[in-house]
């Protein structure tokens, strides 16, 4: 039985989940990181690699090299970092898929995609200082201010006019300009922050506190189904961010927000029937009605940094309790803690199915176990308390 206490936790993130992930994803032959795995955990190759993955994994290697002082770590960092650099060398710019030499295979502008290189880029600079990569942000930042904004506020999805709009690169755009103004404390992310969360405010959360997913040009939900849905995954994981708004900006109605989206997804975005496991759902409706009674990994490390933000930032000893128990959860439905492999979508009944596992997910799992040991750290151990040995 794996340990989950803030002590074993942290052992495993640092000891088992990126050492096995770093031999698993690093491919020092070709270059870059191994994209997916079947469900059994065997490689799938491809020709090219893609800036999603490229740029979450670096994030990932970055962001525990500077937590744990890893020297492997910062090496699979550098990796994924040198690739990102040498593609926008040969292009001018990030394309969605390169080549390990650095050329385009898709060279579309895609914005999620270059949300996550700015993300990258953030945790880069802050674990190795390399100039390098706020470079890169700026010029990232540049193409997107000059080419893909939008009228009436955002950006467009990419250079070929796709639509629908979706919230999902903003919410990402987000999290990137947080992690680039702590970095470097330049007013440029704060500002370009406050933007996408004031777009929130106007376009994407309705009047319940649910946050849409789809949208026509002008910012109307889309027709059908599709403009109704509501991802759970996604409400948490504005909960979290617009917490951290108001903690780096002082804005109020970020937490106001943020509290609404809270309420809606604990309410309606969690299984609540007595047969199958209280996990975080796949979808909902406006009303709170089941529309995907699947449940993916991610929503569930989303629902887990919500909780943590709320007990944090609001003090809610509600989602505090929640927190170690929706981790416990989490362990026991989809994540092997021995190799550190996981399920990447169940059933209704809690059984997994049989889809690929994406690397790029791992983005996910670390981040919501580092904020935890963030909020909830081990506790020192005292000269008296240890023995030499080792033993706890």
Known sequence: MLDLSPAGLQR???????????????????????????????????????????????????????????????????????????????NGYVPKRFLPDGGASVPRRDLYDLAFVLFGCA????????????????????????????????????????????????????????????ATGDQRWFDAADGIVQLAAERFIDANGALGEFFTPDWQPVAGDAGRLREPGHQFEWVWLLHHHHRLTGWDKARAL?????????????????????????????????????????????FIKALGARFEFAGDEDAGARLPQHIELMFRHFVDARTGLWHNQLDHAGQPLPVSLPSRVLYHLFLCLAETLRIMPPPAVSPESDDGTGAR
């Open 12 to 90: 495993w993130t640092y000891e088992t989940l990126i050492p096995a992930w770093i031999a698993r994803a690093v491919d020092r032959k070709a270059g870059g990181f191994v994209e997916e795995f079947t469900a059994e955990g065997r490689p799938l190759a491809a020709p090219d690699r893609g800036a999603l993955t490229t740029a979450r994994l670096t994030y990932t290697f970055s962001h525990a090299a500077r937590l744990s002082g890893s020297g492997p770590a910062l090496e699979a960092a550098r990796h994924g970092f040198a690739l990102l650099l040498k593609t926008h060398q040969a």
């Open 123 to 182: 945790h880069y600079h802050r674990a190795t200082g390399d100039a390098a990569a706020i470079r890169l942000a700026g010029a990232t930042m540049d193409l997107i201010e000059s080419e893909l904004s939008a009228p009436l506020g955002g950006y467009a999805e990419d250079d070929l006019g796709t639509l629908p709009r979706r919230q999902n690169p903003h919410m990402h755009l987000l999290e990137a300009f947080h992690a680039l103004a702590e």
């Open 258 to 302: 943020a509290d609404g989206l809270y309420c809606f997804g604990l309410t309606q975005g969690l299984d609540r029937d007595p047969g199958c496991p209280p996990l975080v759902l796949d979808g909902v409706d406006p009303n709170g009605a089941v529309v995907a009674l699947t449940k993916l990994l991610w929503p569930q490390t989303e």
